[in-house]
C-alpha cells in the first residue's frame, strides 16, 4: 500500500511540475549547436589537454540532489552539459531520471546575470576529494577563461565546509557571489557559463578516469596553494581515515599499526580534525606520507619532489589517480596492497597491514 501511494505521489507531483514548467525533452543536436556556445580553452600553449567552456542563455539549473542535474532551454534538456551518473559512471543523457520525475521544486532564485555553474548533484558536497579534483579544477578552468569576479554569481556544490570557503579564498573571489547548491537546487539564469569537467567521460568509471589528472592543473593548484616558506624539519605523516564515514579502506590491525608508527616518530592524522591551510603546510613539509587510499591523499598534490608515500589499498580495490599525482610531483610512491580478503559484507576492516612489510617500505 505505501509504495502504491508514493507511486501515485511522485505522479501527481511530476504533473503539476510539468503544467508549471513542461514536460521535459531531450534537445537534439541542431537545438543545442543553436543555444550553445562552445569555447575551447588550453592553459599553456604546450598544454596537451584542451577544455570546453559553454555559455548559454535564459536556461533553468535543476538537481535530484543525488546523481542528476539537468540544464534546461524552453523545456528541453542539454545533452553535454547536463550530467546522470550510475554506479560511478556517467551514463547517456536518456538514463538522466530527471526526463521521468520532471523538476519536482518550484524555482528558488532568478539571475538576470551570468552565473558561473559548477554545480554536479551530490559527489562535491561535502566530499574533500571531489571538491580538490572536480570543483577546484573547474574554477582553474573557468579562471582562464575569464576573471572569476566578472561572473555576477558562482554556483558551487556547497559552501558551508571549512575546506570549502578556506580552498576558496585562494581564488580571490567576491564571497557574496557564491550560490550555494546544497541549499538551491532549482534556479534560473539569463546567462550561464559552464566548464567542462576536468576528468568524467561518457560510460567509464570514475575510479578509471579520474587517475588522468591534469599536470597542468596540479602545476596551477600547487602556485596557487603553496607558500614559499618552508619548515627546515621534515614530518614523517600517517593520515588516519577511521574517522571517515565510509566503510572502506579501513585498516584491521589499528592498534598494531598505530604502536609501530609511533615508535618510529610518526604523527599519526585525522585530517577532518586540521585546517586546510595546516594540510597544505604539513604535506608541503612531509619527509614521507603513509595511508589507505581517501581523500585526504589529495593533498599529495602539495608534497615537495622525493617526498616518500606509500598507499594502502584492499586487493580488489584499482585506481592509479594518487601514483600518477607522484608521478607528475616526482614523489617516491609504493602501493601496499592488503592479502586479507575483502569482507563480502562491506563494513568490516578490508585491509591488514604487515608491519614486517611495512617496515622495510618505510
Not at 572536480?134 to 554556483?155: A, Q, R, T, V
Request: net charge positive; aromatic share 12%; hydrophobic share 35%.
Amino acid at each position: 500500500m505505501k509504495f502504491l501511494l508514493k507511486k501515485i505521489y511522485s505522479f501527481l507531483v511530476k504533473l503539476i511540475f510539468d503544467s508549471i514548467y513542461g514536460k521535459l525533452k531531450i534537445a537534439d543536436h541542431s537545438f543545442f549547436n543553436k543555444n550553445v556556445k562552445t569555447f575551447r580553452i588550453k592553459f599553456f600553449s604546450s598544454s596537451h589537454k584542451e577544455y570546453n567552456i559553454y555559455s548559454t542563455n535564459k536556461v533553468r539549473v535543476y538537481s535530484d540532489n543525488s546523481e542528476n542535474l539537468v540544464y534546461i532551454k524552453d523545456k528541453f534538456v542539454l545533452p553535454e552539459i547536463s550530467l546522470q551518473l550510475g554506479k560511478n559512471y556517467l551514463i547517456e543523457i536518456e538514463k538522466n531520471s530527471i526526463l521521468k520525475t520532471g523538476t519536482k521544486k518550484f524555482l528558488k532564485k532568478k539571475y538576470s546575470g551570468n552565473i558561473l555553474s559548477l554545480v554536479q548533484g551530490i559527489s562535491a558536497v561535502n566530499n574533500y576529494g571531489h571538491w580538490m579534483l572536480d570543483i577546484l579544477p573547474k574554477l582553474c578552468i573557468s579562471e582562464k577563461f575569464s576573471n572569476l569576479n566578472d561572473f555576477d554569481g558562482i554556483y558551487l556544490p556547497n559552501i558551508k565546509n571549512n575546506f570549502q570557503k578556506d580552498s576558496l579564498k585562494y581564488f580571490n573571489i567576491n564571497p557574496n557571489k557564491y550560490i550555494d547548491g546544497s541549499e538551491i537546487n532549482h534556479i534560473y539564469a539569463e546567462k550561464l557559463t559552464i566548464p567542462q569537467h576536468p576528468y568524467w567521460e561518457i560510460n567509464k568509471h570514475q575510479f578509471e578516469t579520474v587517475a588522468n589528472v591534469d599536470q597542468d592543473i596540479i602545476s596551477i593548484l600547487r602556485n596557487k596553494f603553496l607558500k614559499n616558506s618552508e619548515n627546515t624539519t621534515k614530518e614523517k605523516l600517517y593520515i588516519d581515515r577511521s574517522d571517515s564515514k565510509y566503510f572502506h579502506m579501513q585498516i584491521e590491525n589499528t592498534e598494531e599499526l598505530h604502536k609501530f608508527l609511533k615508535k618510529n616518530n610518526f604523527k599519526i592524522l585525522r585530517l577532518s580534525e586540521i585546517t586546510f591551510e595546516d594540510q597544505i603546510s604539513l604535506f608541503q613539509n612531509a619527509e614521507i606520507v603513509v595511508g589507505a587510499h581517501g581523500a585526504g591523499l589529495c593533498n599529495l598534490i602539495f608534497c615537495h619532489p622525493k617526498t616518500k608515500v606509500i598507499e594502502f589499498s584492499n586487493k580488489e580495490f584499482k585506481c592509479d589517480l594518487f601514483k600518477n599525482i607522484c608521478k607528475i610531483n616526482n614523489l617516491d610512491y609504493y602501493k601496499y596492497i592488503s592479502e586479507k580478503e575483502v569482507p563480502i559484507d562491506r563494513i568490516n576492516p578490508d585491509i591488514k597491514v604487515s608491519i614486517n612489510k611495512l617496515s622495510e617500505l618505510i
